[in-house]
């Protein structure tokens, strides 16, 4: 009977933790003052105004690239869809880990998709940026 218990404790224990990353995130509503914030990066980015598309940036972003010349190439560079994005679409807003994350999906000139996960920071009462991470498509193959 002990074995049993045991087993199942362990069985318990495993499947926990096995469904722990698809309960680890919570779906939230919609957050008007996040997107924008974010549209308002792309909209500099679309004039090149890297001073006022770096001001969206968290502090630490801004203390690790120092200029917004240096940000705007990082952006130019890493992130081309980002910084000259045909269309923007906004997934959902995602609690994970305690961090927000704000699904962003861009379609570039070319018409290719690229899944954007901004991690969201609030600093003195506004929504900075603190990360943005390319994501892989998802299969939509059946």
């Known amino acids: 009977m002990r074995k049993l218990i045991t087993g199942l404790t362990l069985g318990l224990t495993l499947g926990l933790t096995l469904a722990g990353p698809f309960r680890a995130q919570d779906v939230l509503p919609p957050e008007p003052a996040i997107e924008d914030t974010i549209q308002s990066q792309f909209d500099a980015f679309l004039q090149d105004d890297f001073a006022t598309a770096f001001t969206f940036a968290s502090p630490n972003?801004?203390?690790m690239f120092r200029?917004?010349?240096n940000f705007g190439a990082m952006v130019k560079?890493?992130?081309?869809m980002v910084w000259r994005p045909d269309a923007v679409t906004f997934g959902d807003l995602r609690s994970v880990a305690g961090g927000l994350y704000q699904r962003v999906i861009v379609t570039d000139d070319a018409g290719n998709l690229h899944y954007l996960d901004y991690q969201m920071q609030q600093v003195d009462g506004r929504w900075r940026i603190a990360g943005v991470q390319i994501l892989q498509a998802p299969d939509l193959a059946a």
């Open 61 to 63: 972003l801004r203390t």
């Open 77 to 80: 560079q890493g992130y081309p």
């Open 67 to 69: 200029t917004p010349e």
